[in-house]
């Protein structure tokens, strides 16, 4: 049986996308008999294992909590608190998640090693244009260019000599690779369709929502609260969409994040807006997101988007960002609009046009759905054990 040594310093106990996946992967390789073993290294305030099944292990490792009041990373940084993991397993195979410092300490707890592993990535953050041009950029735009030029040279040194790595959109795979980062191979992840699906739809909600205008727009927005994302976006295009449309929409915030405090605002300000909290359960978001019609995936920055595949397993239509997974997901699927320019202009513009043709609104809904069907994590995680196949 091979190993799997996966670790990750993007994994939060409140995480989205990134815990998402790992939940995931831990609960096919706990229920799948396969010839493959997987260990998580879970960051965590103690040490200890947990034996799941035959075929997972949970290793709790101590780790430093990164400072910040909205998030619950801990970072793993030295290699000898790697090595010992990777001599008890005998790994063959370690997938690194994070680009940051991570990558380079565990090959160099490699080193001297009888036995090396296999060492991957996955690019769960297109970090160089997300972090570094986006961030800079803002205060000087050629600057923002030297500093992601860095960026790049940077990752391609912390994956030096890595077997491969993985990518979940097209288009940041090609970016990474007109970059020089090589070995690239394409994992589209997965979504539950059978559980996010329009049959979720809760009539009571629809009608506490709608409060007693059927002709009033529901639309939904769970993501984090921080600009990356588009809240302040959404929220300075919403009163626009109010005067165009002459029905207030009803707006639901589902999430945290750093921004909340613009949620909170909005909420008082505005009798339809609605703050639904931070959900845990998915049965529970699948019925919020089945009862609204549209939902938005503004942050052009995804690497995949779970939220995106969600929304539109549930039927709704989307309004998307003009790059990345969300440009993505929407051009191949006709699932929604992508937006010409990110303004809150054009937002609600998108908005009122898409509202105001209910026939089509229903119909990208429709197209959402058929696409979100294409993907399944049992068949994302097949693909990714031939990709590790490949790697002897």
């Known amino acids: 049986m091979r190993i799997i040594l996966d670790i990750n310093n993007f994994w939060s106990p409140s995480g989205g996308g990134v815990r998402r996946y790992h939940l995931q992967k831990m609960e096919y390789y706990q229920k799948k008999q396969t010839d493959y073993k997987l260990v998580?290294?879970?960051q965590?305030?103690?040490?200890?294992?947990?034996?799941?099944?035959?075929?997972?292990?949970?290793e709790h490792v101590k780790a430093m909590k990164v400072p910040g009041k909205w998030w619950e990373y801990r970072f793993i940084y030295n290699p000898s608190h790697i090595?010992?993991?990777?001599?008890?397993?005998?790994a063959d195979i370690i997938e690194v998640g994070s680009p940051y410092v991570l990558p380079a300490a565990?090959?160099?707890?490699?080193?001297?090693l009888e036995r090396k592993p296999m060492l991957t990535g996955f690019w769960h953050a297109d970090f160089?244009?997300?972090?570094?041009?986006r961030t800079f950029g803002r205060v000087n735009e050629l600057l923002g260019k030297q500093l992601e030029n860095v960026a790049w040279a940077y990752a391609r040194h912390q994956f030096k000599n890595y077997q491969g790595i993985q990518v979940s959109c097209k288009e940041v795979m090609e970016r990474m690779r007109s970059r020089g980062l090589l070995n690239l191979h394409w994992l589209p992840l997965g979504i539950d369709s059978t559980l996010f699906t329009p049959a979720c739809r809760d009539g009571t909600l629809v009608e506490e929502l709608k409060a007693g205008n059927p002709n009033r727009l529901t639309m939904f927005f769970p993501h984090r609260f921080c600009k990356e994302k588009g809240v302040s976006l959404l929220l300075d295009a919403y009163p626009l969409v109010c005067k165009e449309l002459g029905v207030e929409p009803a707006l639901v915030f589902v999430g945290t994040g750093n921004r909340i405090?613009?949620?909170?605002?909005?909420v008082k300000k505005y009798k339809h807006v609605k703050y639904a909290g931070f959900i845990k359960k998915q049965e529970e978001m699948t019925r919020w997101i089945a009862s609204c019609e549209m939902g938005f995936a503004l942050s052009g920055w995804e690497t995949f988007g779970f939220s995106i595949l969600e929304a539109m397993s549930c039927g709704q239509c989307l309004i998307g960002a003009n790059t990345g997974a969300a440009a993505e997901h929407i051009r191949e699927s006709g699932g929604g609009i992508i937006l010409p320019e990110m303004t809150p202009k054009a937002l609600a513009k998108a908005i009122c046009e898409t509202a105001e043709n209910e026939a089509k609104m229903l119909e990208m809904g429709k197209n959402g759905r058929v696409y979100a069907e294409r993907f399944s994590w049992n068949a994302c995680f097949e693909r990714q054990r031939e990709f590790y196949d490949g790697l002897y």
């Open 106 to 112: 565990v090959r160099r707890a490699c080193e001297g």
């Open 40 to 42: 998580f290294l879970m």
């Open 44 to 58: 965590d305030n103690h040490n200890g294992v947990e034996e799941i099944s035959p075929t997972l292990t949970i």
């Open 83 to 90: 090595r010992p993991y990777i001599k008890k397993y005998n």
């Open 261 to 266: 405090s613009l949620v909170e605002e909005a």
């Open 128 to 133: 160089p244009v997300t972090y570094i041009r």
